[in-house]
C-alpha cells in the first residue's frame, strides 16, 4: 500500500496470461501515457502508464504475461516479485472469456495473495461468438470480486473497469483512515488444500511468530502468512503436485459451473481449420519458407524508397550544414567533424530504421495473428537438431533485424541453458545492420551474382549459428531436460493500433542506440582518424592508422592486410554499418551518399580483389557482435565471463573462415 | 465420462480419443512446467494430431490446444474413455457432480 503511507500515486498491476489481451487492455487504458523501460537488473520490457481515476493519477504497471507465478522462467519470477515487493495497490487480473479454465489457474494464485482485486473478463464478445454463456454475476460470488466483462480492442467495459479499480482504492484508502492501519490481511482463503490445511496452519503461525520476534511486527510480510506457508509448500515436490492440482480443479470447476453452455455439436473450430492448412502435412513446410520469404521480401523491397529518401534527406542536410558553416567562417576541421562525421555516420545508421521497423512490424502482426507459435513448433525438430527448441525459433528470426532484439527476444525461453545458448549464438545471424556492407561490396566486385553473394551470407550466417549451438549444447550440461510445450492460441485477426505500439517499441531500441553508442562512437572514430592534428583520414600517421597498421599483419592471410579495412573493421564493432563509412572516410570517397557512393566502389575496387573481399564480408559477419549486443549479452546472462566468450569465439572463428576462404580460393584459382 | 483402459503414455494415445490424465513420470521443472500448463492428474485430454515431421504432437487439455514433443508426452500416462473428443470448450466433458 505504497500510497498510504507515501505521497506516491496508487499503483495498478495488470497480470494475465499470454495471449489474453492484456497489451491491448493497456493501450486502451494508458493510451498515449506509456512508456517502457526494463523491470531492475533484466531487460525485460517493462511497460508503465498512467491513467486518471476520479481526478487521481494512478499508475498502470504491465506485468509479463505469465500461466502461473510459480518458481520457474524469468517472467513468472518477474511478476510474482513485483506483486510481493512492490505491493501494488490494485491487481486488474486480465481473463481470456474463451479460456476461463487455463486463465482461473492465475486468477486463484493471484487471490491468494489477498490484494484488492478486479477481474477483467476479456475477449467477451468472441465468447458470445462461440455460443459461451458465461455466467458473470455467479462468476463474481465464486471469486468474491468484482468481475467486468471487456473487449479490450473495442475499448468497451472500460470505463467501468476503471470505475471498479478506483473504487478499490477508495476503499482502501477510507479503511485505512477509519481503522489507522492496513486492512486485515487474513480474512477467510480463497483455496483450501484439504490434506495440506494442517501443515499450512503449522507453517503460518511459526512465520507469524518468527515476524514479530523479529522485527516486533509484521509489516515487513506484505502478504498473508498463508501466503508464505504456501509458498514455502510449492518448494516440495510432492506438496507442490497437490497444490497445483488442487488449483487447476478449483479453477475447472470454477469454470463448469459459471459456462452455461452445454453443446453436444461436433464441429471444428475455426483454428482447427485454419490449422489443417497450415500444419497440413505436404504443405506446412512450403507455406512456412513462403511467409519467411515474403516477410524479407516486405522488409527489404518496401523499405528501399524509404530509406532512399532518407539518405538522400541526410546528404541534403550534409551539403546544407557545411555551406553554412562555411559561410559562417568555421574552421575547416570542424565543419568536417560535422558533416562527415556526425551527419554521415547518424545517417548511415538511421537509413536502417525502415527495413528493421518493417521487419518488426510483420514478426509482430506473424505473432499476433498466432502463426508463431505454429512457426515454433514446425521448427522444433529442425531446432533439436542443433541442441535448442522451437521456442529458440523466435530470437533467431527477430535477430535479422536486430541481434539486440533477438537477445531480449531469448528471455521468453525458460530454460537457463537454451536461454544462454540462443544468446551466445544469436549475432551469428546477419542483422539488418550488416546488409550495406554486403550490398556495397557485392555492387563493386559480383555485380552479376551479387544478390547469390549476400544470400550466402545469410546462409553461412545461418549455419554458423546452428553449428555453434550444437558446439554449446555438447559443452554446457543440461541441469534439467528442457521440455517444449507451446500454446497454440486461437487465430485472431491483427489489431492495427497493438501492432504499431509493438513494433514501435521494438524498433526503439535501434533508434535509441543510434542517437546515443553510435553518435559517440562516430565521433570517437573521427577524432582518432584526424588526431594528432595535421593528419587527416587515410594518414597511417593518425592516431587510428597506427593502431590499424599494428594490427594489419594478422588479417594478411586472409587477403586484407590494408590498415584501412582493419580500421573499418575495427569501427565496425560499433556498429556494423559504421564498416562501411569507415570505409568511406579512410578511402576519401567522402560521404557514401547519393552520386558519391560510386566513389567509395571504385575506391574499394583499387585496395580489394574478389576474394578478399569475400574473406572480409565473412569477417564482418562473423567478428565481434556490435557494442549493444555486447551490452545486451551482458546484462542478459548477468555475465562478464559470457560476453567475453562472444567476443573470442567470434573473433577467432571468423579470422579463421576468412583466412580458409583466401587461402583456398587462391589454392583454387592458381 | 469414466476412464475404462489401461494406463497407456499419451503419446500412444488414439487421436481423437478422449482420456484423463493419471499421472506423470517426470520429475522438477518439466514437471511442474506440464502441471502449470494444465496437464494434473484428472485433467481431460485428447490428441488432436502432429505436426508435419510427426513430432510435436497437438493435444487438447482444458479447452486450449498445446503443441509438446513425444518425449514429454510419454511421461504423461492417461487412460482413455470410450468416447470420442469434442473439441473447444464443452461442459459436457466433465463428469456430473
Known amino acids: 500500500m505504497a500510497f498510504l503511507i507515501s505521497n506516491a500515486p496508487p499503483v495498478a498491476v495488470l497480470a494475465g496470461n499470454p495471449n489474453c489481451g492484456k497489451t491491448a487492455l493497456f493501450n486502451a487504458?494508458?493510451?498515449?501515457?506509456?512508456?517502457?523501460?526494463?523491470?531492475?537488473?533484466?531487460?525485460?520490457?517493462?511497460?508503465?502508464?498512467?491513467?486518471?481515476?476520479?481526478?487521481?493519477?494512478?499508475?498502470?504497471?504491465?506485468?509479463?504475461?505469465?500461466?502461473?507465478?510459480?518458481?520457474?522462467?524469468?517472467?513468472?519470477?518477474?511478476a510474482r516479485e513485483f506483486v510481493v515487493n512492490e505491493h501494488p495497490d490494485v491487481i486488474i487480473n486480465v481473463v481470456d472469456a474463451t479460456q476461463l479454465e487455463r486463465n482461473l489457474y492465475l486468477t486463484i494464485q493471484l487471490l491468494e495473495m489477498d490484494i484488492p482485486m478486479v477481474v477483467a473478463l476479456n475477449m467477451f464478445d468472441e465468447a458470445k461468438a462461440l455460443d459461451l454463456q458465461i455466467d458473470v454475476d455467479r462468476l463474481k460470488k465464486h471469486l468474491g470480486i468484482p468481475v467486468i466483462p471487456t473487449v479490450a480492442t473495442k475499448k468497451q467495459g472500460i470505463h467501468e473497469l476503471l470505475f471498479e479499480t478506483a473504487r478499490l482504492i477508495t476503499d482502501a484508502k477510507r479503511t485505512y483512515k477509519h481503522v489507522g492501519r492496513i486492512p486485515d490481511k487474513n480474512r477467510i482463503p480463497v483455496m483450501k488444500y484439504a490434506a495440506l490445511e494442517a501443515e499450512i496452519g503449522r507453517l503460518e503461525r511459526e512465520i507469524s511468530l518468527k515476524a514479530v520476534r523479529s522485527s516486533g511486527s509484521n509489516a515487513h510480510l506484505s502478504l498473508p502468512h498463508r501466503w508464505y506457508a504456501v509458498k514455502q509448500l510449492e518448494r516440495n515436490p510432492n506438496t507442490l503436485d497437490i497444490i497445483t492440482k488442487a488449483r487447476y480443479d478449483r479453477a475447472a470447476g470454477i469454470a463448469d459451473s459459471v459456462i452455461g453452455q452445454n453443446l453436444t455439436a461436433d464441429e471444428i473450430t475455426p483454428s482447427q481449420a485454419i490449422d489443417r492448412l497450415v500444419l497440413h502435412p505436404w504443405l506446412a513446410y512450403p507455406i512456412f519458407l513462403g511467409i519467411i520469404w515474403l516477410m524479407f521480401h516486405i522488409t527489404f523491397t518496401f523499405s528501399q524508397p524509404i530509406a532512399n529518401s532518407f539518405a538522400e534527406f541526410f546528404a541534403f542536410i550534409g551539403a546544407y550544414v557545411n555551406n553554412l558553416l562555411s559561410s559562417v567562417g568555421t574552421p575547416a576541421v570542424f565543419n568536417d567533424f560535422v558533416v562527415n562525421g556526425i551527419i554521415a555516420g547518424v545517417g548511415a545508421v538511421l537509413e536502417f530504421a525502415p527495413p528493421i521497423f518493417l521487419l518488426f512490424m510483420v514478426i509482430t502482426i506473424l505473432e499476433d495473428v498466432g502463426y508463431m507459435a505454429r512457426a515454433a513448433s514446425l521448427s522444433d525438430r529442425l531446432m533439436r537438431a542443433v541442441g535448442l527448441h522451437g521456442g529458440a525459433f523466435i530470437p533467431m528470426i527477430l535477430g535479422f533485424g536486430c541481434n539486440?532484439?533477438?537477445?531480449?527476444?531469448?528471455?521468453?525461453?525458460?530454460?537457463?541453458?537454451?536461454?544462454?545458448?540462443?544468446?551466445?549464438?544469436?549475432?551469428?545471424?546477419?542483422?539488418?545492420?550488416?546488409?550495406?556492407?554486403?550490398?556495397?561490396?557485392?555492387?563493386?566486385?559480383?555485380?552479376?551474382?551479387?544478390?547469390?553473394?549476400?544470400?550466402?551470407?545469410?546462409?553461412?550466417?545461418?549455419?554458423?549459428?546452428?553449428?555453434?549451438?550444437r558446439i554449446f549444447s555438447v559443452l554446457i550440461k543440461p541441469d534439467s531436460a528442457s521440455i517444449f510445450v507451446m500454446e497454440l492460441p486461437p487465430y485472431r485477426l491483427p489489431r492495427p493500433g497493438a501492432v504499431f505500439i509493438q513494433t514501435w517499441e521494438r524498433g526503439r531500441e535501434f533508434l535509441v542506440k543510434a542517437g546515443t553508442v553510435i553518435l559517440t562512437a562516430v565521433s570517437v572514430v573521427w577524432l582518432l582518424?584526424?588526431?594528432?592534428?595535421?593528419?587527416?583520414?587515410?594518414?597511417?600517421?593518425?592516431?587510428?592508422?597506427?593502431?590499424?597498421?599494428?594490427?594489419?599483419?594478422?588479417?594478411?592471410?586472409?587477403?586484407?592486410?590494408?590498415?584501412?579495412?582493419?580500421?573499418?573493421?575495427?569501427?565496425?564493432?560499433?556498429?556494423?554499418?559504421?564498416?562501411?563509412?569507415?570505409?568511406?572516410?579512410?578511402?576519401?570517397?567522402?560521404?557514401?551518399?547519393?552520386?558519391?557512393?560510386?566513389?567509395?566502389?571504385?575506391?574499394?575496387?583499387?585496395?580489394?580483389?574478389?576474394?578478399?573481399?569475400?574473406?572480409?564480408?565473412?569477417?564482418?559477419?562473423?567478428?565481434?557482435?556490435?557494442?549493444?549486443?555486447?551490452?545486451?549479452?551482458?546484462?542478459?546472462?548477468?555475465?562478464?565471463?559470457w560476453m567475453a566468450v562472444s567476443v573470442v569465439y567470434t573473433v577467432l572463428l571468423g579470422w579463421i573462415l576468412a583466412v580458409i576462404v583466401y587461402q583456398v580460393g587462391t589454392f583454387l584459382v592458381h | 465420462m469414466r476412464p475404462s483402459g489401461g494406463l497407456i503414455?499419451?503419446?500412444?494415445?488414439?487421436?481423437?480419443?478422449?482420456?484423463?490424465?493419471?499421472?506423470?513420470?517426470?520429475?522438477?521443472?518439466a514437471r511442474q512446467k506440464l502441471m502449470d500448463m494444465g496437464l494434473t492428474p484428472g485433467a481431460h485430454i485428447?490428441?488432436?494430431?502432429?505436426?508435419?515431421?510427426?513430432?510435436?504432437?497437438?493435444?487438447?487439455?482444458?479447452?486450449?490446444?498445446?503443441?509438446?514433443?513425444?518425449?514429454?508426452?510419454?511421461?504423461?500416462?492417461?487412460?482413455?474413455?470410450?468416447?470420442?473428443?469434442?473439441?473447444?470448450?464443452r461442459r459436457s466433458h466433465r463428469p456430473k457432480r
Open chain 1, 404 to 469: 539486440v532484439t533477438g537477445i531480449l527476444a531469448a528471455r521468453g525461453l525458460d530454460d537457463p541453458r537454451d536461454r544462454l545458448i540462443s544468446i551466445m549464438v544469436n549475432p551469428l545471424i546477419s542483422c539488418a545492420g550488416r546488409l550495406p556492407v554486403y550490398v556495397l561490396f557485392a555492387a563493386a566486385f559480383f555485380t552479376e551474382k551479387r544478390g547469390l553473394v549476400v544470400f550466402s551470407l545469410y546462409i553461412l550466417g545461418i549455419f554458423l549459428a546452428a553449428l555453434v549451438a
Open chain 1, 29 to 78: 487504458i494508458t493510451g498515449s501515457r506509456q512508456r517502457v523501460g526494463n523491470w531492475p537488473g533484466v531487460t525485460v520490457e517493462k511497460r508503465q502508464g498512467t491513467t486518471t481515476l476520479e481526478s487521481e493519477l494512478v499508475t498502470i504497471v504491465d506485468l509479463p504475461g505469465t500461466y502461473t507465478l510459480g518458481l520457474g522462467a524469468l517472467d513468472e519470477k518477474i
Open chain 2, 9 to 29: 503414455p499419451l503419446n500412444a494415445l488414439e487421436h481423437r480419443r478422449a482420456a484423463v490424465v493419471v499421472t506423470l513420470t517426470g520429475s522438477g521443472a
Open chain 1, 529 to 641: 582518424a584526424n588526431l594528432p592534428l595535421g593528419t587527416g583520414p587515410g594518414d597511417p600517421n593518425s592516431y587510428i592508422g597506427r593502431f590499424g597498421t599494428i594490427l594489419a599483419p594478422a588479417f594478411r592471410p586472409a587477403g586484407f592486410g590494408d590498415w584501412k579495412a582493419v580500421v573499418a573493421l575495427l569501427s565496425g564493432i560499433v556498429a556494423k554499418e559504421l564498416i562501411i563509412g569507415t570505409l568511406g572516410v579512410l578511402y576519401g570517397a567522402g560521404t557514401v551518399y547519393g552520386t558519391a557512393e560510386t566513389g567509395l566502389i571504385y575506391a574499394i575496387r583499387e585496395a580489394f580483389e574478389p576474394l578478399s573481399a569475400y574473406a572480409f564480408l565473412v569477417m564482418s559477419l562473423v567478428y565481434i557482435p556490435c557494442i549493444a549486443t555486447l551490452v545486451s549479452i551482458k546484462r542478459e546472462t548477468n555475465s562478464w565471463k
Open chain 2, 46 to 89: 485428447a490428441v488432436e494430431g502432429t505436426v508435419p515431421l510427426g513430432d510435436p504432437i497437438i493435444v487438447w487439455v482444458r479447452g486450449s490446444r498445446l503443441a509438446l514433443r513425444h518425449r514429454e508426452a510419454a511421461g504423461v500416462l492417461v487412460s482413455s474413455c470410450p468416447q470420442q473428443y469434442r473439441w473447444g470448450y
